[in-house]
């Protein structure tokens, strides 16, 4: 089921009408002309969120002079980490040469301290071997995170991957044994070692292999560097490259990597920067 955040932000980016008094257009460039420069949900987006856009089709887009991929509808998606700044700038140059600047807020959220023990003294304090494996993972999934692909599945609506007690949130500070940690950028949803999970969106299998933190994990592409990450599986059932439908099965839930008991990670990133999940899924 999509989720309603999401779903009450497309409406708003449907293309306008032609203004009142001036001559009809026709044909695609006519429809392109009378198309509002730029849309975007009326809600105003937060450190951890995902936002949604539109701009005429063939317009260039760029969020604090960074290029943003824009869809051949005029779509495009743009993300806040969990420490974004206050004001971000929006600008948006049509075909035509129009430009477009808007200053867009960013709301502030504040964040959990999650205090976790009874970890493997490994798994907080890794030894030379296990941190040139990590390296080499982290030089992985950054390099997929660079991914910019087609696909227009990121504005699709996103569905829960499984159900269960929420045991962590996005953005908390982690203590970790005692030792203060980075945040925690993604949700953790606690079930059984078996419970089915299944793709929050549609997408393309990145990857599907076992790390040394998150153990059997699985990356999906949904399009415009928007990417889900599921990790501690006890099973993967995908292949890389493989395309999947939003809701279906990937894998099961498990206690893989580091971890003290069975549950989901589930994480988003647009790009490298991490998104907070939970408010693209549905209501639980």
Not at 8 to 30: E, H, K, N, Q, V
Not at 90 to 100: H, I, K, M, S
Not at 135 to 150: N, P, Q, T
Not at 222 to 249: I, T
């Amino acid at each position: 089921m999509p989720s309603r955040r999401l779903a009450l932000a497309l409406p708003g980016l449907l293309l306008g009408a032609c203004a009142g008094g001036a001559a009809p257009a026709t044909g695609r460039a006519g429809e392109a002309a009378a198309a509002p420069l730029l849309e975007l949900p009326p809600e105003m987006p937060s450190q951890g969120g995902l936002l949604l856009g539109r701009a005429r089709p063939g317009s260039r887009v760029a969020l604090d002079g960074r290029a943003v991929s824009v869809a051949p509808d005029g779509r495009f998606a743009l993300g806040f980490g969990r420490d974004a700044a206050p004001e971000a700038e929006l600008a948006v140059t049509a075909p035509d040469g129009q430009v477009e600047r808007r200053r867009l807020s960013v709301a502030r959220r504040e964040w959990d301290v999650q205090r976790i023990n009874g970890l493997p003294g490994a798994m907080v304090s890794p030894n030379p071997q296990q941190l040139a494996r990590i390296g080499r993972e982290r030089e992985r999934i950054a390099a997929l995170r660079k991914v910019d692909s087609r696909l227009p599945h990121f504005a699709e609506g996103f569905a829960w991957p499984a159900r269960g007690r929420i045991s962590g949130v996005f953005g908390s500070q982690r203590i970790l044994n005692g030792e203060p940690r980075a945040p925690h950028l993604g949700l953790d949803i606690a079930a059984p070692t078996g419970t089915p999970c299944a793709a929050m969106g549609a997408g393309r299998v990145l990857l599907a292999d076992d790390l040394y933190f998150t153990g059997n994990t699985v990356l999906l592409d949904h399009g415009h560097g928007v990417v889900s990450l599921y990790a501690h599986l006890s099973a993967m059932d995908v292949r890389e490259g493989e395309m999947l439908a939003r809701g279906q099965r990937l894998g099961a839930i498990g206690a893989t990597g580091r971890v003290t008991g069975p549950h989901l990670h589930l994480a988003l990133h647009w790009f490298a920067t991490a998104l907070d999940p939970r408010p693209l899924l549905p209501p639980a």
